[in-house]
């Protein structure tokens, strides 16, 4: 059962570079996301995507690209790092973009990223 | 400022005592989910509540929707060491296609 799987799960980057997080799933799910996490602010939206050839910006979009040219793959793009961007990032995915029927979220074990 | 908050922030007890997370918003939702997540995992997903009202129980887990469907509850009778993790809540809106979280509580339940 691979489910959501995340490459990598380390990096270090230095300020200005760019890189790319991989997230891939093998549950022919429509709906992928990522997300990052900082200590007591719980999980926030950066982009998301309801089906290939579709994304759009979650809260905190600036910095990050996206693209969804298939339906398994949902890569994330530093465009020039910074240490604010230091966090740990999780893609998910879901069946669709229905939350009101209680759709299930099945996320990745995410990628902690520093950027000094 | 968040918009689903959750209280308190930090929670350690005894094993064998009861807890209650809260999870508060002025805004309604149609939906409110809540999860776990331990060290080094992805958030799991614990149970989803939909009806105003609605009360849901996973074991010693309690689950419950207020009546507005504004705020929910999580209540653990006699915690075991195996309760600790983090707690999440997130709610989805009915015209909405995103998930938005809270700002998560950390629970430690010593032996």
């Known amino acids: 059962n691979a489910g959501v799987t995340q490459t990598p799960k380390f990096q270090v980057l230095k300020t200005g570079q760019s890189m790319t997080l991989q997230c891939a799933q093998d549950?022919?799910?429509?709906?992928m996301s990522w997300y990052r996490q900082d200590p007591g602010m719980g999980l926030r939206l950066i982009h998301y995507s309801v089906g290939a050839g579709i994304t759009d910006q979650g809260e905190v979009p600036n910095g990050y690209n996206v693209s969804r040219s298939t339906t398994e793959d949902f890569p994330l793009r530093l465009l020039s790092a910074a240490p604010s961007q230091t966090s740990v990032y999780f893609c998910?995915?879901?069946?669709?973009?229905?939350?009101?029927?209680?759709?299930?979220?099945?996320f990745g074990e995410g990628s902690w990223l520093t950027v000094v | 400022t968040q918009l689903l908050e959750q209280s308190p922030q930090f929670l350690s007890i005894q094993e064998g005592e009861n807890l209650t997370v809260y999870c508060n918003s002025s805004?309604?939702?149609?939906?409110l989910q809540w999860y776990r997540q331990e060290p080094g995992e992805g958030p799991v997903l614990l149970v989803t509540v939909v009806t105003g009202g609605e009360v849901k129980k996973l074991k010693r887990l309690t689950f419950q929707f207020g009546d507005a469907r504004k705020d929910s509850s999580l209540h653990i009778t006699a915690a075991q060491p195996g309760d600790t993790g983090l707690y999440l809540c997130?709610?989805?809106?009915?015209?909405?296609?995103?998930?938005?979280f809270g700002g998560g509580t950390r629970v430690l339940v010593k032996p």
């Open positions: 998910a995915s879901s069946p669709n973009y229905s939350f009101f029927s209680g759709n299930t979220i099945y």
């Open positions: 997130a709610g989805a809106k009915a015209a909405g296609n995103k998930l938005t």
């Open positions: 805004s309604v939702f149609s939906s």
């Open positions: 549950m022919n799910h429509e709906y």
